[in-house]
Nanobody
Framework: QVQLAESGGGLVQPGGSLRLSCAAS????????MGWYRQAPGKERELVAS???????NYANSVKGRFTISTGNAKNTVVLQMNSLKPEDTAVYYC??????????WGQGTQVTVSS
């Protein structure tokens, strides 16, 4: 059973930074891509950033220049470094793992709150 464990969310003041981590277990082969999505209250879930197994990166326009996605040291891990956080970044952040068959899994989500 594939499981994704997210960590690193919390409360931060505007302009601050947070680092989210996601590690997958229960999968023996490498993912084709991993990514971070977020969902704010009353809004649809949206892509924040993604990285493929050949290191192609994709960012939402709203986070370009502020967020950086990278793979972790272990297989099927991904990190999202978030700098210059804004109140509008407040949301539940979800990790996603995608395999070549098109099947994907979600993490349970981690809350990020940007507020003074």
């Amino acid at each position: 059973q594939v499981q994704l464990a997210e960590s690193g969310g919390g409360l931060v003041q505007p302009g601050g930074s947070l680092r989210l981590s996601c590690a997958a277990s229960g999968i023996s082969f490498s993912a084709s891509a991993m990514g971070w999505y977020r969902q704010a209250p009353g809004k649809e879930r949206e892509l924040v950033a993604s990285i493929t197994n050949d290191n192609k990166l994709n960012y939402a326009n709203s986070v370009k220049g502020r967020f950086t996605i990278s793979t972790g040291n272990a297989k099927n891990t991904v990190v999202l470094q978030m700098n210059s956080l804004k109140p509008e970044d407040t949301a539940v952040y979800y990790c996603q793992l995608l395999v070549t068959t098109g099947i994907f899994w979600w993490g349970q989500g981690t809350q990020v709150t940007v507020s003074s």
